[in-house]
């Protein structure tokens, strides 16, 4: 990549930082991003509602923490369909005024940033801090499909199973990267494919 | 800029301070279409010298027969909206420009909550054509000084039913802020359109109910201050502009024949925002485009609502 270039619709991340005149807070997270829910907590624990929604992962499990921690208002998850149902269900019941943070991996923060749309909340009103990888969700302008958890420059399609370049511009909307075939004008050669989002 | 010629098709007094003007288009031909929230520039010639104040368009969008302004008939006016309440009538010929959206409705919104105090009912009467049109959810709060200043009230309820709900201050009915936007579902909007303190109000409100940024929308049209008079540089018209006391920057610059930009000549757009080279006094801000760190840096001024206290200020213009 070019230096000094960068791709406006990029995400940029940050460190999740309570927003001192919310009404009530919601936060959501994935394995490695308990610990940036922990981070919150270090800061201050605020006086109004909090709801965490947290899904431990193989990778990372600070759940015995936040039990200790967060003793009111958390609940621990399985599956992110899981996460994103208890989600849904409980959006219903908030007003304007609550707070969403989230923390995990993109893939995870994406897919929660999807269902908080569904009920009118734009990205600006979301914080979102990016913990433990950075693989990414790609996708496949040829077939519509989006391959979950890519760390490589290059990755297949779980859709149509062509070698995507992975840019990186970014679709809100659809939450994830833009994957094209790399290989179209002379099908089989690949450069090197390697590993650049651990 | 380039301006659409109309003539006045009809006047009626609404309100003791309000009168509503229909416009037609000179050559009788139909007008842009426009969004719900846009306003238009009229030109007037008042005395020999050139007013151009900023209307919201309160009629229907998708009627592009005639434009409807309403204009309030301002105690401290500097002659505009004088000139539209006394000497304006059916049959005069004035010139319009385009009209410009600065306060659209956010389309993503699940809901919206309009807020108008007195004329700020305006921009709203167009963008409620919109949302019964797309059958969006909305309120409507109107506040007015008593009854009989409650410009449209009647036609409003036809149009909102019991979305609309109206504060008349003579009766002591007072809107609660607090209590409206504390309850309200996610994905709401919150519009205003009206005096100072209530906009300050209303936004502060907002904020300190954790509402984010972009879910809060407010317009309001400044007119330009009388202040003391000054002088001006224009460095690439190498000329120097005098600026009397109840004449703004713009129009003084304008007067010197000088063509400067500008959309909305309230302080509102940024359009006409121009350097400023040098000064040795205090640059006078009154808008509100600027951020307090560049109205800080004294390198910047909207020349169509702010004034300057010095000897010598240059703009590069």
Redesign the interface.
């Known amino acids: 990549m070019e230096r000094g270039y960068w791709i406006r619709s990029k995400p940029v991340y940050t460190s999740l930082l309570w927003h001192e005149k919310a009404t009530s807070h919601l936060v959501v997270a994935q394995s490695q991003g308990g610990m940036a829910v922990l981070k919150l907590f270090q800061l201050m624990h605020p006086k109004q509602a909090i709801t965490v929604l947290y899904m431990p992962h193989a990778e990372a499990d600070y759940s015995k923490t936040l039990i200790k921690v967060v003793p009111d208002g958390l609940q621990l998850l399985e599956t992110e369909q899981e996460v994103l149902a208890k989600l849904d269900s409980v959006l219903h019941g908030m007003c304007m005024g609550m707070r969403l943070y989230i923390a995990g991996s993109e893939d995870f923060m994406w897919s929660v940033a999807k269902v908080a749309n569904k009920f009118g909340i734009e990205d600006a009103g979301m914080m979102k801090e990016l913990t433990g990888t950075l693989a990414r969700p790609i996708y496949c302008v040829h077939c519509k499909a989006t391959t979950h958890g890519v760390t490589t420059n290059i990755g297949e399609c779980s859709g149509c199973g062509r070698m995507l370049f992975v840019r990186d511009h970014f679709s809100r909307k659809l939450g994830a990267y833009m994957g094209l075939m790399i290989d179209a004008e002379s099908p089989g050669e690949l450069p090197d494919i390697e590993e650049i989002y651990p | 800029m380039s301006m659409i010629d109309i003539k006045v098709a009809a006047v009626e007094q609404v309100t003791p301070l309000v009168k509503h003007f229909t416009f037609v288009k000179q050559d009788g031909s139909p007008f842009p279409a426009f969004s719900g929230g846009s306003h238009v520039v009229v030109s007037m010639n008042v005395a020999g010298r050139v007013h151009r104040n900023p209307y919201s368009l309160m009629g229907s969008p998708v009627d592009t027969g005639s434009y409807h302004i309403s204009v309030r008939k301002q105690e401290q006016s500097r002659g505009g909206s004088v000139f539209m309440h006394e000497s304006v009538e059916v049959g005069t010929s004035l010139q319009i420009t385009y009209p410009v959206n600065l306060f659209s409705l956010a389309k ?4 919206h909550i309009l807020i108008a105090g007195g004329i700020g009912i305006t921009p709203f009467m167009s963008q409620l054509v919109d949302l019964n049109r797309l059958n969006s959810s909305f309120e409507l709060h109107y506040a007015f000084r008593s009854p009989e200043h409650g410009a449209f009230a009647t036609q409003l309820k036809t149009i909102c039913n019991d979305k609309l709900h109206c504060y008349a201050d003579s009766k002591g009915e007072r809107l609660d802020l607090t209590a409206l ?8 909007h919150v519009y205003v359109c009206g005096p100072n303190p209530m906009v300050v109000a209303v936004i502060e409100t907002a ?9 809060i929308h407010s317009e309001q049209f400044l007119s330009p201050g009388i202040g003391e008079p000054f002088k001006i540089q224009l460095a690439k018209s190498n000329i120097e502009v005098h600026v009397p006391a109840e004449m703004s920057m713009l129009e003084a610059i304008e007067a010197a024949g000088v063509e400067a930009d500008y959309l909305c000549r309230g302080g509102v757009c940024g359009r006409c925002e121009v350097n400023v080279l040098e000064s040795d006094g205090a640059l006078l801000h009154h808008d509100h485009f600027l951020t307090d760190a560049e109205k800080a840096s004294g390198k910047k001024i909207m020349p169509c609502v702010s004034r300057a206290r010095c000897d010598r200020l240059v703009l590069d213009l």
Do not use: C, M, V
């Not at chain 2, 904020?207 to 879910?215: F, M, V, Y």
């Open positions: 993503k919104a699940h809901k936007l504390s309850k309200q579902p996610l994905g709401t904020r300190n109910l954790g509402w984010p940024e972009n879910h």
